[in-house]
């Protein structure tokens, strides 16, 4: 790896990442309490949605910036398509390969925060409505989840498939869109980028003292809190099986390699294609995992959740980000 480019990675919260995973897997008792870790996770979805609305306010979102969207829209869509063939193939439960399918064509909100870090600290921009796509990606991942559980059911019904015992009834349509569009963490993504495009500059001026000039050390406490989980999870690995571990390592690679063909013939500047890559290529292991659990209760939660976030999330962490930023210097010349 580029040593330069080695050093912008190593930066205090990736090492805090690291860190906490050290300390679990020494037997530490270091633990950051649930109620922290919840503000965490809500700081970090606002300072990224004030920062991505006002970014917005200044630029607007021209065509550039709709066709960013609608190709990551479109891809959240497209991803758990072809996922979920590579997954039954292996899988005898159908309904884990559509909550893994999900899960895959939604995103990694915090993968996309310390990607964007990356680049900000090399002093590559990215266009606001990039949080606009990170925020639009989560429900149609959600919707491709209920139609492929929906194709399963259909088929149990008609004695073409295998037979799984459901653990409990699935919910309606209805409720379960609900559920996606009025996730906590989903709503304080929405309405963060709303108040920051609504206030512009002036709105930006007030918060940077709360979302830029402490965001550092935030990130680095939630990168720790991160790093506890992924190695608190490594337990369940056993559980998940070598092919599901080769799936949450190559499928981001592919999903890259997609994103980057995507990005270059689109013409999307340097920042958006490397960003656009990265939310293409990671996994949610938040929102879809709380919805799906719901959607889709015959799916076993510690294969997709377990994949998501102790497999694709500590990948694209240490790997991913400079793998993906050096596929896009390459071609874009940076």
């Given at each position: ?17 690291f860190f906490g995973v050290f300390v679990r897997l020494i037997g530490s008792n ?32 021209g065509q550039d910036g709709m066709i960013v969207i609608g190709s990551a829209v ?41 990607a964007s870090s990356f680049i900000t600290k090399l002093g590559i921009d990215y ?208």
């Amino acid at each position: 790896m580029d040593a330069n480019l080695l050093t912008n990675l190593m930066t205090p919260p990736i090492l805090f990442f690291f860190f906490g995973v050290f300390v679990r897997l020494i037997g530490s008792n270091l633990e950051i309490p649930p109620a922290l870790t919840k503000f965490f996770s809500l700081y970090m979805l606002m300072a990224i949605g004030i920062k991505g609305g006002t970014a917005m306010a200044e630029s607007g979102l021209g065509q550039d910036g709709m066709i960013v969207i609608g190709s990551a829209v479109l891809m959240s869509m497209l991803v758990p398509l072809y996922s979920y063939p590579i997954l039954r193939i292996r899988l005898k439960n159908l309904y884990d390969a559509a909550a893994i399918a999900s899960c895959y064509g939604s995103v990694s909100a915090v993968t996309f925060i310390a990607a964007s870090s990356f680049i900000t600290k090399l002093g590559i921009d990215y266009g606001g409505y990039m949080v606009v796509s990170l925020v639009l990606m989560e429900s149609p991942a959600i919707v491709m989840a209920v139609l492929l559980a929906t194709t399963v059911r259909s088929k149990e019904v008609r004695g073409t498939s295998v037979q799984i015992q459901r653990k409990s009834p699935a919910l309606p349509m209805k409720k379960i869109l609900h559920e996606a569009f009025t996730d906590g963490t989903h709503l304080m993504l929405i309405g963060s980028l709303v108040i920051g495009a609504v206030t512009g500059i002036e709105g930006k001026k007030a918060m940077e003292p709360f979302t830029g000039g402490i965001f550092k050390g935030m990130l680095s406490f939630f990168l720790l809190d991160m790093g506890l989980s992924v190695a608190s999870r490594l337990r369940e690995m056993k559980d998940v099986g070598v092919f599901l571990v080769g799936f949450g390592v190559v499928m981001p690679i592919l999903n890259g390699v997609i994103a980057l063909s995507i990005a270059y013939f689109l013409g999307f500047g340097m920042g958006d294609a490397f960003l656009f890559i990265i939310l293409v290529a990671s996994a949610s292991y938040i929102a879809v995992p709380a919805v799906v659990r719901y959607a889709i209760p015959e799916a076993n939660p510690s294969l997709y959740f377990t994949m998501a976030l102790a497999v694709t999330f500590p990948f694209n962490i240490i790997i991913g980000i400079p793998l993906y930023y050096k596929m896009v210097s390459v071609i874009w010349g940076g």
